[in-house]
């Protein structure tokens, strides 16, 4: 295949270098610039927004309102929704640019995935409520489907939801709530019908985070990073109204929005600019005095293996691009990419921290002390949170079962 731009498609990657280079916040330039400062957080822009400080807010909000001007803060929303209408090579062009000068998507998972799930399935006065709002930031949106007893077996959730004249009363636990704390809204999953089949009883709700009976209690990793939480619900109760879909079918719903979240387009450009990050990095007077790269046969061998394994991901980006152009929602595709990037994301990690050798185990570097700790420590912090690489969005198992049933037509059981 031919993956080189048409000329049309040249000029819009122009155009959106130029948009960059001349609009991005000045906060955003400055960690761009900073080469070997700590990598971007995948959820930056709405802790900015949400949970940093004044100059932080500010710059995600002029960020934010920036890329509306031309509607790419939602670029796969169509026009009449506030987005930008692209193609689906057009998102991938415009998401790649973003990653190479390491600045952050907007609107987080409302934007990314409850959107385009709401455009499939809500009723048009819904569209007009939630979409808008999503848009501009004004509701921010955490995702509510895992809980201590449904993680890979998401069907198996009890969190119940009985019906009260024109409310639903929740109660249950969520666990796994990514970005709850940074978050004003919840898009969840409820049983509503005890008696059916388990994929047949379950509806997919929206909830107010300050709504009375909610409590949202935080989960710390193992690297001391606060990004997920787990989530209460006593008597908590919703209109019927924020009900996405008909009753009980709410699985079909959740599997829209889990299509568009596993397709990960534009993903393995973050990746591959991380091979070559370190690559340079080692290769500087810095890297060379901490790194063992010069030493280890292996270890080279692996970051060029690295380097290869990028490139097969964007090929599954591009398969799923494909897809899209056809009109089609991708899903064992979509799969595959998921596992195959989760394992990438776990094994780069691991070969980041054997490239220091025991630098690789220093977690940063103290104010006033000497810069011991490799790219600041990145390869130890983010070989920890890359532990759940193969659990978040559904597990890696659960992947490739999608991948043997559905794409090879392999028998259950």
């Not at 198996?156 to 978050?183: C, F, N, P």
């Not at 089949?197 to 990073?225: C, M, N, Q, Y």
Request: net charge negative; charged share 20%.
């Amino acid at each position: 295949m031919d993956w080189s731009d048409t000329a049309e498609q040249a000029a819009f990657r122009e155009a959106v270098r130029r948009f960059v280079r001349e609009r991005a916040p000045a906060r955003y330039r400055d960690q761009a610039d900073d080469e070997w400062g700590p990598a971007p957080r995948y959820e930056s822009w709405q802790f900015d927004l949400v949970c940093g400080d004044s100059e932080a807010s500010a710059a995600a909000r002029e960020w934010a309102e920036t890329l509306a001007e031309r509607g790419w803060g939602a670029p796969h929303w169509p026009p009449e929704y506030g987005g930008a209408g692209l193609t689906a090579v057009e998102q991938f062009i415009l998401n790649q640019e973003l990653a190479l000068a390491r600045l952050p998507v907007v609107g987080g998972p409302g934007v990314q995935m409850l959107g385009p799930t709401i455009m499939v399935h809500g009723t048009e006065e819904q569209k007009r409520r939630f979409l808008p709002p999503t848009l501009d930031g004004e509701m921010a949106w955490a995702q509510g489907y895992s809980e201590p007893g449904a993680g890979s077996d998401l069907a198996s959730l009890s969190t119940r939801a009985v019906r009260d004249g024109d409310d639903y009363v929740i109660t249950g636990q969520k666990i796994w709530t990514s970005m709850g704390h940074m978050a004003n809204w919840l898009f969840m999953l409820v049983r509503t019908d005890t008696e059916a089949p388990k994929h047949r009883g379950i509806s997919f709700v929206l909830l107010p985070l300050d709504t009375p009976g909610v409590d949202i209690r935080p989960l710390i990793s193992a690297g001391w990073e606060h990004r997920t939480n787990e989530s209460f619900y006593d008597q908590v109760r919703v209109p019927v109204s924020h009900r996405i879909g008909e009753e009980n079918r709410g699985w079909y719903v959740a599997m829209t929005l889990l299509d568009h979240e596993r397709s990960n387009v534009g993903g393995a450009v973050g990746q591959r600019k991380n091979v070559e990050q370190l690559v340079r990095y080692v290769g500087s007077a810095e890297g060379r005095r901490v790194s063992r790269v010069a030493e280890l046969d292996s270890v080279r061998q692996k970051i060029a293996q690295h380097y290869v394994e990028t490139e097969v991901m964007s090929q599954f980006s591009f398969r799923i691009i494909s897809l899209q152009i056809a009109g089609k929602i991708p899903n064992y595709e979509a799969s595959m990419a998921s596992a195959f990037g989760s394992t990438f994301s776990q094994e780069f990690q691991q070969t980041g921290i054997k490239a220091f050798g025991l630098y690789g185990t220093l977690w940063s570097n103290p104010d006033g002390a000497p810069a011991y700790a490799p790219l600041g420590g990145r390869f130890t912090q983010t070989s920890v949170d890359a532990i759940s690489a193969s659990i978040a969005g559904g597990t890696r198992e659960i992947q490739r079962n999608i991948v043997a049933t559905r794409g090879l037509g392999l028998p259950r059981g």
